[in-house]
């Protein structure tokens, strides 16, 4: 499986942002998908998931203004990030479980600066 991020940039206090994630290879049997973030120092952190069956879960921090969703006919991954504030900079990974094996694509920066 190889994933590829992207959507990340610099946006401003309350704006929003959508990264995708799309997904290659010997997809069949990926039953969860998932979006991460890690700052410098730190553990990464879950942001959100998403299900085969379509439930999802969210951190708290992100709960109301993130959304995540998947489109299985294109075999990608969407983060809707919205009324971003400065504590949501870092960056963002995207991570897939096929069998019980996990995958992750390269990250991407997101700033939220004035």
């Known amino acids: 499986v190889q994933l590829q991020a992207s959507g990340g940039g610099l946006v401003q206090p309350g704006g929003s942002l959508r990264l995708s994630c799309a997904a290659s290879?010997?997809?069949?049997?990926?039953?969860?998908m998932g979006w991460y973030r890690q700052d410098p120092g730190k553990q990464r952190e879950l942001v959100a998931v998403?299900?085969?069956?379509?439930?999802?879960n969210y951190a708290d921090s992100v709960k109301g203004r993130f959304t995540i969703s998947r489109d299985n006919a294109k075999n990608t991954m969407y983060l809707q990030m919205n009324s971003l504030k400065p504590e949501d900079t870092s960056v963002y990974y995207c991570?897939?479980?096929?069998?019980?094996?996990?995958?992750w694509g390269q990250g991407t920066l997101v700033t939220v600066s004035s």
């Open positions: 991570n897939a479980v096929r069998f019980n094996r996990e995958y």
């Open positions: 290879g010997s997809i069949f049997g990926i039953n969860v």
């Open positions: 998403i299900f085969s069956g379509g439930s999802t």
